[in-house]
């Protein structure tokens, strides 16, 4: 596998997604719809309004949907961490990336001010204690103050909808984009329906980890954003 010269590898040859799963993740929407999308989350949980001088962690990257989306908010100092290499490799922008496992961080101590997670942590094989790394290596990396910010799937009556939807095969003839959902899904189920299924243990562990300030759940997303204790 050919390296890209624009990336730091903090670890080599692992991967969570297979190859099918990356491209149905590339066609489910197109960069700009995804930068879209996250700049309004990142809108509606408030950091448009943080200084942009703050250091932020983007973990769990892919090919930088969110990056993208701080870059155009203005932040200066941003950096990326994904185990593929293909997805970061696919980013064009000034932040610096990190090829790793966002569950062994090699960022120093107090060395970042914002760290954000936006469609990562559902990927975690093993729940609660890969969580439970993650959330531990978040608290450790955040300077005093520091602020994380979650965006994951949670089990709703509407993703409950959105899952009926993909099971029925002449919906993804009209709608190309519930065809590629449905691929990753079932690519990434074992990891996907395990994190619905532990909602309440998973937010508990979010609260034990950090001051809530936002948690709550709507459309099948789970919003959190939480200050360092
Ligand atoms: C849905 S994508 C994330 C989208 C992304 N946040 C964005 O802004 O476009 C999920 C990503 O998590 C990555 N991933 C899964 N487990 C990981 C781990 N333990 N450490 C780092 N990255 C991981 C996968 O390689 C995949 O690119």
New binding site residues.
Partial sequence: MPRHENLTYWTEGL???DAEWEAA?NRFETPEE?KAK?LRRLKGLGVADLPRHLRVA??????????AALEALGFEDVSG????PE?LGRYRGRAKLYV????DLRFADGSMDLVI????LH??PELPADLSKCLAEMVRILAPGGIVLFVEPCDTPFLRFVHACCHVKLLHRAWLKLDALAEMIEREKATYFNWLSHKREIRALAREAFDPVVDRSAMGKWYFVGRKK
């Fill in positions: 991967a969570c997604c993740y995804e996250f983007d973990l769990f990257s892919g090919r930088g949907g969110n990056l961490v994904d185990l593929s997805l790793g496992d966002c569950r997670v936006q469609g990562g990927h975690l």
